[in-house]
């Protein structure tokens, strides 16, 4: 397995597997599986272009599958910059428990590290998601709080933990 930054270049692999995530796991986004479907894949290629403030990694498994997904983005705003957030962490639940997961935030920390002036990385997690908030601890992040009914699934509500890693 290996990661690397994604690029427009890989829209479409990228979009296949964000689908899938929204579609398996829709209590975990705040994106819905049927709005993200409605975007062109001309929009995906530009929310994949990187950055130096905002890229996406993904692990590819040894037969060139994309596998896993994790973006980063940091705040532009003078007041903010030292921040960042992490968005859209998923692996696909043929490699779960393999350390994918674990890479890919391992990989974009390292990388949060370089960059001038960055402090903070922030991160959501839903409350319930215990095997997700397991791996952030083990990373270094802390909850500093709980949002209750951040999310509504059909009829459920979910809380999410806010958690930070100080760099």
């Known amino acids: 397995m290996y990661i690397r930054t994604l690029t427009s270049a890989d829209a479409e692999i990228y979009r296949g597997l964000r689908l899938q995530a929204l579609r398996r796991h829709p209590e ?4 819905s599986y049927e709005s993200e479907k409605k975007l062109s894949i001309v929009t995906t290629r530009i929310r994949l272009e990187p950055s130096e403030n905002n890229f996406t990694l ?3 498994d040894d037969g060139e ?5 994790v973006t980063f983005f940091r705040e532009s ?5 030292h921040k960042a957030n992490i968005y859209s962490v998923y692996v696909d639940s043929d490699v779960r428990k393999q350390g994918v997961g ?3 935030m391992v990989e974009l920390i390292a990388r ?3 960059l001038p002036g ?3 990385l922030n991160l959501t997690v839903t409350s319930n998601n215990l095997s997700a908030k397991g791996l952030y601890e083990s990373l270094g992040f802390i909850c500093y709080g709980t949002e209750p009914k951040a999310m509504k699934v059909g009829d459920e509500y979910l809380d999410e933990d806010l958690m930070i890693l100080m760099l």
Do not use: Q, T
């Not at 975990?28 to 994106?31: A, I």
């Not at 599958?65 to 997904?69: C, E, P």
């Not at 705003?77 to 910059?81: L, T, V």
């Open 28 to 31: 975990v986004y705040l994106s």
């Open 58 to 60: 993904g692990a590819f």
């Open 65 to 69: 599958k994309l596998v896993g997904i």
């Open 77 to 81: 705003r003078p007041k903010i910059d």
């Open 102 to 104: 674990r890479r890919l």
């Open 112 to 114: 949060a590290r370089l």
């Open 118 to 120: 960055l402090e903070i």
